[in-house]
């Protein structure tokens, strides 16, 4: 694997970073001096991130617990806080990994700096900072059925991070659903309940939905043999309706225990809200993030 890489993209904005399996997008707003100060501390912890996790990987593939485990990386202990709220089901911390990795840059970022706002974006699961006043809007990307909304952040919203999971995402999916898009304090927060969310949605047994052991598809993934979802055929209305059911009720139990402030959920064109946030329109949200 080769080492870190760190660019400016062609707007001379943003900065990438990658990584091995990491991949992101950073940008700040501000005096200049202090962006390009941020730039440095965010581009020096990204380096050191990935082997962090890489050596304590096996431990966090293993099961999440009411009670975290001591991680030595601070990206790790994220994952751990992150999981470990929702530990009467099967998750571990490679469930937040995304999320937990764009706080982590974040934080580098905004130490000691003065900025307005700032965000890391990590294929979707972003974390994001705003001085007191500021505001940031998250452009809906599409799913596939033609969303094209905004939501918008304000200083005064419960919220710092966004992320979505789904069957057809990057990673495995236990459920159906296309995507499920989360709110939530932080992007690891975000990016937990969106994987567990998204997993609720389903309709366990259905010949419609075709599925295999995810350990034949990523043999290290820390799901193991359990059957993961690779394609979804016809479903009919109260299908849908039933399977959407299972992962509102998901997500709303995630809301009245404070993890989440607000989600989308989307299946076969249809799509269900819980909770609001900030500007968030009647036609929800989904994805990346776009300044206003």
């Given at each position: 694997m080769s080492g870190p890489r760190i660019a400016w993209l062609p707007d001379g904005r943003r900065l990438h970073m990658q990584h091995g399996p990491i991949d992101?997008?950073?940008?700040?707003?501000?005096?200049?001096?202090?962006?390009?100060?941020?730039?440095?501390?965010?581009?020096?912890?990204?380096?050191?991130?990935?082997?962090?996790?890489?050596?304590?990987?096996?431990?966090?593939?293993?099961?999440?617990?009411?009670?975290p485990r001591h991680f030595a990386g601070a990206t790790a202990?994220?994952?751990?806080?992150?999981?470990?709220?929702?530990?009467?089901?099967?998750?571990?911390?490679?469930?937040?990994?995304?999320g937990a990795v764009a706080d982590e840059v974040l934080a580098a970022l905004v130490t000691g700096r003065e900025l307005e706002r700032a965000y890391v974006n990590n294929g979707g699961d972003s974390a994001v900072f705003l001085a007191p006043g500021q505001m940031i809007r998250l452009a809906v990307a599409?799913?596939?059925?033609?969303?094209?909304?905004?939501?918008?952040?304000?200083?005064?919203?419960?919220?710092?991070?966004?992320?979505?999971s789904g069957w057809r995402g990057r990673s495995h999916s236990l459920g159906i659903a296309d995507a499920v898009t989360v709110l939530a304090?932080?992007?690891a927060a975000a990016d937990v309940?969106?994987?567990?969310?998204?997993?609720?949605?389903?309709?366990?047994?259905?010949?419609?939905?075709?599925?295999?052991?995810?350990?034949?598809?990523?043999?290290?993934?820390?799901?193991?043999?359990?059957p993961?979802?690779?394609g979804v055929g016809a479903l009919d209305a109260?299908?849908?309706?039933?399977?959407?059911?299972?992962?509102?009720?998901?997500?709303?139990?995630?809301?009245?225990?404070?993890?989440?402030?607000?989600a989308a959920l989307f299946l076969c064109g249809a799509c269900r809200l819980c909770g609001s946030i900030g500007t968030?329109?009647?036609?929800?949200?989904?994805?990346?993030?776009?300044d206003a």
């Open positions: 992101l997008i950073v940008e700040a707003f501000g005096a200049p001096a202090e962006r390009a100060a941020g730039y440095r501390q965010a581009a020096a912890r990204f380096s050191t991130v990935l082997d962090e996790l890489a050596g304590e990987l096996g431990a966090l593939r293993a099961p999440s617990t009411n009670t202990r994220r994952m751990e806080q992150a999981a470990c709220p929702h530990a009467g089901r099967f998750v571990t911390p490679m469930a937040a990994v995304a599409g799913t596939g059925h033609g969303f094209s909304d905004r939501v918008t952040i304000d200083a005064d919203d419960p919220v710092r991070g966004i992320a979505t304090a932080n992007a309940a969106a994987t567990l969310i998204a997993n609720a949605v389903d309709l366990p047994g259905h010949p419609a939905i075709a599925r295999a052991p995810a350990n034949t598809l990523s043999p290290d993934s820390d799901l193991g043999a359990r993961v979802t690779t109260a299908e849908i309706d039933t399977a959407l059911a299972r992962g509102l009720a998901a997500a709303e139990t995630c809301r009245a225990r404070g993890l989440i402030a607000a968030m329109p009647a036609g929800a949200f989904q994805g990346d993030l776009l």
